[in-house]
């Protein structure tokens, strides 16, 4: 099958990013990147269980620490952290939330609908720090990058085009094999977890498609498909049923 049918056939909860919890290394290294301090106010958008709630309040200190999230369930696991001070629950529909004095947010997901809605909400924020993991805000270029984690600032810094956008957030002029396989792991060990090991299909299928998407920009180091990139085509093609090459333009 295509990479489009694979993706199409996961859990919905999946693809929105509703079932992948953050770990806590994760979570610290997204607030040492955002510069979380005393005088901010913090939002986890799609909180979960409220580790990051947690940890913003005890270890970064902030003035007041929001959790939101649309699953039930989960929001009742944050009973014993809802007793901190300065900590807040929202059982709510991202979408219909009042974000209007946060001063930084985590916002991971990956549904394309959710992300553009919340755009006009970011939009209309002043001086507030967003952070998004691997996935940029669409059109918008990071003011600090420490990948997968990206940090934009409003009001928001358009690029002028996704080469631009591209270019910022992998830091580098070109692309090859090693940057994509560098930058596919770093991803993979921010979301996976710890007992879990390394996750090779991740990690190869991110490679895929970090370097697709800078060939198709221009922005591979060569116009020839590196040895590697042909060899892990095969592996997705041969024992997970996954084409790709196809997204080559």
Known sequence: MKIEEYISSLPESIITGEEIQIQDDSIRDVFRLAGLGKDDVFYHLGCGAGNGIEIALKEFGVRKAVGIDSDVDKILQTEEIAKLENSEFRCQNILES??????????????????ESMLEKFMKLKNCRIVTIFDPLPGFLPSKVDFPYLMFQTPLKKAKSLKEQLIAIF???????????????????????????????????????????????????????????????????????IEVKHLIK
């Open 171 to 241: 830091e580098t002029e070109c692309i090859d094999f090693s940057t994509a396989w560098e930058h596919a792991e770093r991803y993979t060990k921010a979301i996976g977890s710890p007992d879990a090991g390394n996750d090779r299909f991740l990690t190869i299928l991110q490679t895929l498609l970090i370097w697709i998407n800078a060939k198709n920009l221009g922005l591979s180091c060569t116009d020839e498909i590196p040895t590697p990139i042909k060899s892990y085509m095969e592996i997705m093609q041969n024992f997970f049923g």
């Open 98 to 115: 009042d974000l209007s004095d946060a001063s930084v947010i985590l916002f991971w997901f990956s549904d394309t609908g959710i992300i």
